[in-house]
């Protein structure tokens, strides 16, 4: 089966065009409510918001999230909009995908170890699959996890190169930061060296980063840790876009444009 990046890489104008109209950024459908919702929980101190993060008192103000999230995300920076439209500026999208460009091409360069992961099979595999089959064809290697990993009640399985969740035969959305802790864990008791780079989203990229790794992630809008974790140098690059629109095809022009950008196209 061809990868998704198969097609052209698209110009900055082209895909900024085609984020707007499938909606990946541009006014997305998360609405505002459940973003400030979200926000709060962080600045509540609800670690299931931290995506195995450590924070500790330093966002503590709802406001200074909500600062972050307009500056890094795009969403509307006025505290007094409390429900309706949100947005993700596709700009900061495109901007974002330089700068993980960057992190891959010198991933390539370096023929660095790289684990891919994702929390979002029904949206984003595709793209980290994509990724992953580009860095081997650089001469990467692309980390094998450890059989037999288990976190949050399900088993952590790799297909396509992609790390992932699986629970009754059935692959799982989550944010949590168990099953990257389960593989990082795995891979010390084999005596196997960690990996030089992680690409993933949420919680597991979230949990690379806190232990010290090279980590790039894709976020949505309603998921302020990593733009958090961004902003204070844990984790190298956060993406902000809608992570499960209406058809994971949307995101190939994404992925081509990444790739291009990275020189691996």
Not at 120 to 147: F, K, N, S, Y
Not at 201 to 227: E, I
Not at 234 to 258: E, N, W
Request: with cysteine; net charge negative.
């Amino acid at each position: 089966m061809p990868i998704a990046s198969a097609a052209p890489a698209p110009t900055r104008a082209e895909l900024v065009d085609h984020l707007v109209r499938t909606r990946i950024a541009g006014e997305v459908a998360t609405p505002r409510e459940n973003n400030l919702s979200h926000y709060r929980r962080l600045a509540n101190g609800d670690r299931h918001y931290w995506f195995g993060l450590e924070f500790g008192d330093r966002w503590t103000d709802e406001q200074d999230v909500l600062a972050v999230m307009a500056e890094r995300c795009g969403v509307n920076d006025d505290p007094h909009h409390r429900q309706g439209q949100d947005t993700i500026d596709p700009e900061l999208t495109v901007d974002a995908l330089d700068r993980a460009a960057a992190v891959l091409r010198k991933a390539a360069a370096d023929r660095q170890r790289v684990l891919f992961a994702t929390g979002h099979p029904g949206g984003l595999l595709d793209v980290h699959r994509a990724t992953a089959e580009a860095l081997r064809a650089a001469d990467c290697e692309i980390v094998v996890i450890p059989d037999g990993l288990r976190a949050d009640d399900g088993m952590v399985f790799q297909f396509g190169d992609v790390a992932m969740l699986e629970r009754g035969a059935t692959l799982w959305h989550t944010h949590s930061p168990e099953p990257m802790a389960a593989i990082l864990d795995g891979l010390e008791r084999e005596g196997r060296p960690l990996p030089d780079l992680v690409v993933a989203d949420h919680g597991w990229a979230g949990c690379a980063g806190q232990r010290g790794l090279d980590a790039v992630g894709f976020a949505d809008s309603n998921d302020p840790a990593l733009f958090l974790a961004e902003a204070e140098g844990t984790v190298q690059v956060t993406i902000p876009l809608d992570d499960h629109v209406l058809s994971p095809r949307h995101y190939d022009p994404l992925t081509a444009y990444l790739l291009g950008a990275a020189g691996l196209g």
